[in-house]
T-cell receptor
Framework: NAGVTQTPKFQVLKTGQSMTLQCAQDMNHNSMYWYRQDPGMGLRLIYYSASEGTTDKGEVPNGYNVSRLNKREFSLRLESAAPSQTSVYFC????????????FGPGTRLLVL | AQSVAQPEDQVNVAEGNPLTVKCTYSVSGNPYLFWYVQYPNRGLQFLLKYITGDNLVKGSYGFEAEFNKSQTSFHLKKPSALVSDSALYFCAVRPNDYKLSFGAGTTVTVRA
């Protein structure tokens, strides 16, 4: 039982390049999330998927797109990377219901030059 | 609007002493409250949560937190800190929707 897994662990991009961050969970959770973590700002929600087939914007969605590929997988895409997107990205998943705990992956460290 | 405040950027304690990490929140309705811990270069690990019921919540690794509705606080406590408790701690609040709002985090350093 791996929980939440993310690939890659680390990535360096040049401004304007694109990439997709992958996330998968094996806990049979309905809901999945993408956050970014920046120093002194905690974690901020980028997008979330309450259930398979649905996605919604979070607090900081600009410059990102997501795809809920199936119940297990939720990907985050940067179409044209900018230095402001340098951050650590975390994927999380939870069961259905607002009281459910979110469980986090190990993170992807992204550097945009 | 919802918000979470962790008023202390850093907390330093000696091993064996009590540890408190403060959190206050501002949210409409009845919130769900969470504490997470992050060790260097790792993801967030769940410690405990308050949903309803007893105001004192017990969690992992000997941590507990007290929900105080009148003071809108949810402080994390440990009676006797360990050096291995040194980490970054996040408080988070979730009203009746899917969005979990995090505080900025508090770095805890426990000296031997």
């Amino acid at each position: 039982n791996a929980g939440v897994t993310q690939t890659p662990k680390f990535q360096v991009l040049k401004t304007g390049q694109s990439m997709t961050l992958q996330c998968a969970q094996d806990m049979n959770h309905n809901s999945m999330y993408w956050y970014r973590q920046d120093p002194g700002m905690g974690l901020r929600l980028i997008y979330y998927s309450a259930s398979e087939g649905t996605t919604d914007k979070g607090e900081v969605p600009n410059g990102y797109n997501v795809s809920r590929l199936n119940k297990r997988e939720f990907s985050l895409r940067l179409e044209s990377a900018a230095p402001s997107q340098t951050s650590v990205y975390f994927c999380a998943s939870s069961g259905e219901g607002y009281q459910e705990t979110q469980y986090f992956g190990p993170g992807t460290r992204l550097l945009v030059l | 609007a919802q918000s979470v405040a962790q008023p202390e950027d850093q907390v330093n304690v000696a091993e064996g002493n009590p540890l408190t990490v403060k959190c206050t929140y501002s949210v409409s309705g009845n919130p769900y409250l969470f504490w997470y811990v992050q060790y260097p270069n790792r993801g967030l690990q769940f410690l405990l949560k308050y949903i309803t019921g007893d105001n004192l919540v017990k969690g992992s690794y000997g941590f507990e937190a007290e929900f105080n509705k009148s003071q809108t606080s949810f402080h994390l406590k440990k009676p006797s800190a360990l050096v291995s408790d040194s980490a970054l701690y996040f408080c988070a609040v979730r009203p009746n929707d899917y969005k979990l709002s995090f505080g900025a985090g508090t770095t805890v350093t426990v000296r031997a």
